[in-house]
Structure formats: C-alpha cells, structure tokens
C-alpha cells in the first residue's frame, strides 16, 4: 500500500524532492542528449492511476516536457497513448522499434512505459476541411489522414471511449528567430496558431470525451511575463495567450464537464524544440544561455531536469490536485521571482558578505 505523508504533497505541489540526487557536476547547457534523471522513487506517492487513460499531444523523442509527462503517467498506472506530428511521426516510430528510448523509458517498478497507441496530429488543424492542398500533397504526409485535431479525438472516442489527462506539449513558431518588431503577420499568427489555440481546440474536442475530474494541462514558458531576447516570432505573445486562456477554459471547462485546466511554466530545457530556436553566429544556442543563466540566476542552484516538471505534471494530473485549475504552475528553480541578475557585471561584489 503507498503511503500518503505531508512531505509527499509539499515535494509533489513544489518539486521538492526527498532523495533528490542534483547532479551538480555539470552545467545543463552541457546535457545533449539526457535531459533526465531519476530523482524520486515513486513508492511514496499515494497516486494510483491505474484504468485512467492519458492522451500526450506532441511527444516525438525522449528529451521533452511531453515525455516525462507521459513518463510519470505511466509510473502511476495510467495508460499512454500520444499525439505527434505528422512530419517527425516516422523517425519517431522508427526510433522506438530500434529501441532507441528504452533507457528513458524504464519505470521505478522495473518496467517500461508503454506507448499503446500513437496518433498522427496535427494541431494546427481542427477539421479536415481545414487541410490545405499544400499539406495534402506534402510527402512528410503522404499515407496519414485523420490527423486533425477533431478527428484525432473521434478515434480516441473509438478506441477508449472517454480519457481522464489531456496533455498539451507542443509548440511551434515560424519566425521564432526574428525579434517580434520584424516579425510578419503571418508568423505571429501561426505561433499562435500551433502554440495556443491548439490548446483551445484540443479541449473543445477531448473535453466532451473526458470523465468528470479529469485534468488537462499545458506548457508555457516565462516570455509570456518577462522580455526573453531571443525567444521571437510572437512565441511570447503566444505563451501569454496560453496562460490567459488557461484561466478562462479552467471556468468554462469546469462548469461544463467538471475537468481541470492548468499549465506549467517551465524552467528552460534542452530539448528538440528548443534546440531548434538556433543561435546563429552567437557562441551559444538560445536555450544553452537561457540554462546558463537559469543556473547562475535562480534560487536553486541545481539542474533541472525533464523529470521535475514531469513530476508536477503527475501531480497537477492527479487527484491529489482535485482543488487545482487555472493555475500557472512554476517548475523552474524559481527564476521567475528574481528581480535582479546575480551574474551581472554590474552586481559583482554585492552578494559577498
Ligand atoms: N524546452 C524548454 O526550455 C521549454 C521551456 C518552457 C516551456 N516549454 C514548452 O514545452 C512544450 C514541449 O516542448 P519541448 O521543449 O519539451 O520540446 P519537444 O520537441 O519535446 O516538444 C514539442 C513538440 O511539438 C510538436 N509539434 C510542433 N508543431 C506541431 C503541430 N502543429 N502539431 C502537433 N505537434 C506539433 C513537435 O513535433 C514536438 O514533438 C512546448 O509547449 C514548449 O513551448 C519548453
């Protein structure tokens, strides 16, 4: 029998970790391809997800949010099923069947999460009449059908009936490159296109599907909030839409289906997308500065690791978070509190006693 004590619901509601092995040795901006860690044994979780059914949309490789969402599901007892993009489905199926996420894969149990059923999607389009002949035609999508949103949702309906966890991890954005005062119209609609009202669309469509108590959640990032050079194309303008939106779904969601909508702002990660935001002609990527500064800037001075956030994730999808929705959910050594930048030029000798 798992044991539910007060430290359990402080570490799972604040990333506070009993047995907590930070690997201090390194700095995150070196990790390349292991964004995880095991950090926590779940026997102390008193989080039973057994016979609950979770849809992931936007897990294509083990080094994302997405994954250790899905990940930390799994551990609990739920069945996972995902959502990924049609352009970068086959090398992920291929990946799986050559074994290539088996290390990323193994549960405290022994065990390895299983994917039972993956779901070509595509979350810019909600309809098929929505797919223009440009995508029809498009070799990266040749063979596939049904991968708008809404007829994702019908075969989900078919093959489970109703899901419990909806989880949205994708995000997409053209000119993410180009700082917002050059970026087009048509860029700034398409980060909000992919990045946002997805969200809005996946639960129009899930939430009917859904059980009552059920949870969804999403990703965001701290750009919404604060000016983060570098992250452009209107992805920042996006991420606000989603955490916005996010509140307004969690009333209109909670009063019509009785489910939770809740979103998790990450602390920076070095995963395919964000390895994808370049960083031409700088020494550094985008998001090896972003780790680099998390580190040197927040109050933890630790790594953070796919797995913390896919720990809140479990935590925020469970019924232990029963009384949680619309919340913006911090999971990023808390750099989003400070003020001032402990590694500036311009603080040297202020925080020597
Ligand atoms: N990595 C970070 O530093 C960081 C920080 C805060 C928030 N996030 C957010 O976490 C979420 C997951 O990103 P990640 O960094 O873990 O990278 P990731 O590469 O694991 O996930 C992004 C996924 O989005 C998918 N995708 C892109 N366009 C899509 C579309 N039109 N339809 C369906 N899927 C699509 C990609 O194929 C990919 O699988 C995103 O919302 C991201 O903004 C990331």
Same mark, same amino acid.
């Given at each position: 029998m798992r044991v539910l004590n007060l430290f359990t619901v402080f570490s799972l509601a604040t990333g506070f970790q009993l047995g907590a092995r930070p690997n201090l040795s390194h700095r995150s901006s070196k990790i390349t391809s292991k964004n995880t860690q095991t950090t926590t044994s779940l026997d102390a979780y008193n989080v039973d997800l057994k016979g609950k059914v979770a849809f992931i949309a936007g897990v294509a490789d083990s080094t994302g949010y997405g994954w250790a969402i899905a990940k930390q599901l799994a551990d609990a007892g739920a069945t996972i099923i995902v959502g990924t993009w049609p352009p970068v489905l086959k090398i992920f199926q291929m990946g799986l069947r050559k074994g290539d996420f088996e290390d990323d894969s193994v549960l405290t149990n022994g065990g390895k999460m299983e994917i039972e059923k993956i779901y070509p999607l595509d979350a810019v389009f909600d309809k098929p009449e929505d797919v223009p002949e440009s995508i029809l035609t498009n070799k990266r999508y040749a063979g596939l059908d049904g991968y708008t949103i809404s007829e994702v949702a019908a075969q989900v309906e078919a093959d489970y009936g109703k899901i419990d966890i909806l989880v949205h991890s994708l995000a997409n954005g =053209?000119?993410?490159? @180009?700082p917002l005062l050059e970026t087009s119209r048509s860029g700034y609609l398409a980060a909000s296109s992919a990045s946002a009202y997805s969200y809005v669309s996946l639960l129009q469509n899930f939430a009917p599907i859904m059980n009552p108590g059920g949870s969804a959640l999403s990703l965001t990032y701290i750009a919404s909030e604060r000016v983060i050079p570098g992250y452009g194309g209107g992805m920042s303008s996006a991420k606000s839409q989603l955490e916005s939106d996010t509140r307004t779904l969690a009333y209109e969601a909670g009063r019509k289906y009785g489910i939770r909508v809740n979103t998790v702002s990450a602390g920076p990660l070095k995963s395919r997308a964000a390895s994808a935001i370049g960083g031409k002609? @700088? @020494? @550094?990527t985008f998001i090896e500065y972003a780790i680099d500064y998390s580190r040197a800037?927040? =109050?933890?001075?630790q790594d953070l690791y796919s797995e913390d956030v896919g720990n809140a994730g479990l935590y925020l999808c469970s019924p232990m978070a029963r009384a949680v929705t619309g919340v913006t959910m911090y999971v990023d050594n808390g750099l989003n509190c400070m003020g001032m930048a402990l590694d500036a030029k311009s603080m040297e000798g202020s925080t020597e006693e």
């Open positions: =053209p000119e993410v490159t @180009k002609g @700088k @020494k @550094k800037n927040a =109050p933890m001075d």
